[in-house]
Each structure stands twice: as structure tokens, then as C-alpha cells.
């Protein structure tokens, strides 16, 4: 496995957990010095423990040693990073360099598998990096991957399905093989050419930030007209045609995923000659969702908060991971800090990455209550469980004045009006004590 960010460790773990023999290299060797002696870089439930587990046992190991790990390995798994580019291309920087080291260290036939998020047509460029170092026989296959953070073993446990992108036979046996354990409840492995499994990763994520970008456009018009979004969502999901999931309303999707994958999906589509005019509507409906929560706070607030406090509650993107890269906390933050306010924030696991981005122009807390003392209102931005169903008496009685802000629609308002709180919600209508 080369990489061992959020992909390469899931899979890592998980594939040593049926009972396969994992090598996992990484450049940086402080993380490497650390995953061997049990410290998981990145908060993800069950991960630590199934790597410390499978480690003990043997199956799993970490090294900075590309060739050993290469020339041990019979599937080679590239799982590294893809950040985005200033055009919003996915940058194969890293996935080329990896290719061409996997090249280098052959020492007889090969199996190479893009895990990574890659373009259409990285199968072919990561082939002809190996083979332009190389004389010994390689099949690449794209096999992307559908994982959910803060669900992500289950999800590898457990998938949907399994889409293998390959033309040679041999080398989709071998990753039907390796995928059996997981498939047992009668799930699909879909096999299929590599520009058409590259390509279904993109369309997966673009079609599910469609839905939520559409979901928020909804609620912003029933705020207009008076409707209620919840009950909407609700009218909506129970048609089969639709479905529940990814219809709930809040301040714009954010991750490592959604974002780079909508603007890299129409980059491609850019350099095809053709347009994606759906999601570049969607792009801009999350950009303007980001500033939603400021605009309710500059009507309740105004736009001057000097002097005044602001409490988070959340700074995750999603609730069980430690993830901040593009998460509407970021926009909401720095809006509040550009307005002059002072931020009290409060997040069960992103405490540190906050403090990595935000440094001393925040002031972090241990709990969420502590973060309501004094402050002149309370904005929710992650709906961990931890929120769900607070004391609202104390909050009531810590903060300066009851004005809650809550992004994620996670109380219900007529309660909050009766609590005595001035509560603004997506979708719904502003209540007032």
C-alpha cells in the first residue's frame, strides 16, 4: 500500500483483517516511526485498534522502504494523495511518482492498482510510467474507492459494491479474489474497463453533492416562502425514486472528497471540450451555502461584532472524524473574526487541526458548555451526538444572550421557543420566546 493517508490505512487495515500479509510505505518517516509504534495519524473509529490488532498478529507493517515493499508485494496499491490543482485538476503529481518508484523496483510481474481519486485515464498514465522504467509485465486496474469518514472500516467491512476497472482477466480474478471476504452478503463486484471505474467514482460523488446542493437550494426557498424544509425532506426521501440520504439541509458540504471531486469532474469535462453546467451550479449554490450562517448572524447581530462573543460548536466537517479541509466552519470562522468578533469554539476530535489552522486567532475549549460562558450567541456547525440534546437551561444561563444559530437543524423549534432561546434553523422559520 503506498501512501498511508485516510485511503491507504483504511484499506490497509482492513485487507490485513481477512488475513492478507499488508506492507504500508510512506515517505514521511516521523509517521511511519509512529504508525510503528501503534499512532494513527487520523481519527477514524475502529482503525486504530484493528491496525494495533492485525500488527501484533503480523499482517500489517509500516516501512519508508518503497523497493523492499515493492519487490515483497504481488498487488501494489497506490494510495496517495491527489490534491487539488489551481485549475481544479486533480494534481497525479504523487501518483506518477509513485508509479514510476513502483517501476523501478520490479522484480517480476505486478499487479497496480489505482486507489487513489484519479482522473479518466490514469490507468494508462500510471502504466506508461511503469513501463517506460521497467521491462517485467504489469496489468493496472482502478479500483476506486467509496468510503464515508467516520464510517469508513464499515464500509470497506461491508460495501455496497466493489467496482474493479481492468482488461486484463488474470489481474480482475486476483481482485475478485481479494475482495470475496467482503462481498459474502451477496453485493456486487463490478467489473468494467478502467476509464469507466475512474469515471463512476467522479459521477458517485458529483450526483450525491448535487443532491445536497439542491436539498440547501429547497431550504433556502422555504425560508422565503414561509415552508418547512423538514417536512419537505420528509415528503421527498419516502419516494423510493429519491431516497432519504443526502436530503438534510445545513451550511454546504465540505471534506476531502466532494469539493475536489466536483471541480476536478468538471475540469475533465473542460478539457473534453464539453460543459457540466449542473455542477457548476452546484459549486456555486455550496460556496454561497458556506455564508448562510453569517448572513443570519449579520441580520440577528449586525455586521459589526467587536466586542462581541461567538460560540462554535463543531468544527469537523461530519461528525467522527477530525477532517476540517473545506468545511463550512472555515468560511463562518474567519467571516466572524473578519467581522471583529471574538470565537470560543468546541469540537470533540478537531481540536487539534484547529489549533494547526486557526493558531492563536481562536480560542479553543475542552467542553461545550464552556464555550457558551459569556458568549453573545451559539452557532452549530457539526451535528456530533455529543450536541444532539444538551442541558438547555444551562445554555440558556451561560450565555450572554439565548440566540442559537444552528446550521445543522438539530433541535426542534418550537421546543427551542418554549426554552426561551431566539433560534435560527435552515429551511425553518426564525422563533422568538
Known sequence: MIGTGYVGLVAGACF???????????????KVEGLQRGVVPIYEPGLEETIRRNATAGRIRFTTDTKEAVQASHVIFIAVGTPQGEDGSADLTHVISAARQ???????????????TVPVGTAQLVSDAIRAVTSHPVSVVSNPEFLKEGNALEDFLKPDRV???ADDSEARQVM???????MRTGKPILCMDARSAEMTKYAANAFLATK????????????AVGADVGRVREGMGTDVRIGAHFLFPGPGYGGSCFPKDVKALSKTASDAGATLRILEAVQAVNDHQKRVILQKVD??????????????????????????????????????LERGARVVAHDPEAMKE??????????????????????????????????????????????????????????????????????????????RP
Not at 16 to 30: Q, Y
Not at 212 to 223: D, P, Q, R, T
Open 354 to 431: 484547529a489549533r494547526r489552522v486557526f493558531g492563536e486567532n481562536i480560542h479553543l475549549v475542552e467542553s461545550p458548555y464552556e464555550a457558551c460562558t459569556g458568549a453573545d450567541a451559539l452557532v452549530i456547525l457539526t451535528e456530533w451526538n455529543t450536541y444532539q440534546r444538551p442541558n438547555f437551561e444551562t445554555i440558556h444561563r451561560l450565555l450572554k444572550a439565548p440566540v442559537i444559530f444552528d446550521g445543522r437543524n438539530i433541535y426542534n423549534p418550537e421546543r427551542m421557543k418554549q426554552a426561551g432561546f431566539v433560534y435560527h434553523s435552515i429551511g425553518r422559520r426564525v422563533v
Open 299 to 336: 441580520q440577528e447581530l449586525g455586521n459589526d461584532l467587536t466586542g462581541r462573543t461567538i460560540a462554535i460548536w463543531g468544527l469537523a466537517f461530519k461528525p467522527k472524524t477530525d477532517d476540517m479541509r473545506e468545511a463550512p466552519s472555515l468560511t463562518v470562522i474567519r467571516g466572524l
Open 176 to 182: 475478485e479474489d481479494l475482495y470475496a471476504p467482503f
Open 163 to 165: 467496482v474493479i476497472g
Open 212 to 223: 445536497i446542493s439542491f436539498m440547501n437550494e429547497i431550504a433556502n426557498l422555504c425560508e
Open 16 to 30: 490485513a483483517e481477512t488475513g492478507n500479509t499488508v506492507i504500508c510505505v510512506d515517505v514521511n518517516a516521523e
Open 102 to 116: 513502483i517501476g523501478e523496483a520490479m522484480n517480476g510481474s505486478k499487479i497496480v492498482v489505482d486507489k487513489s
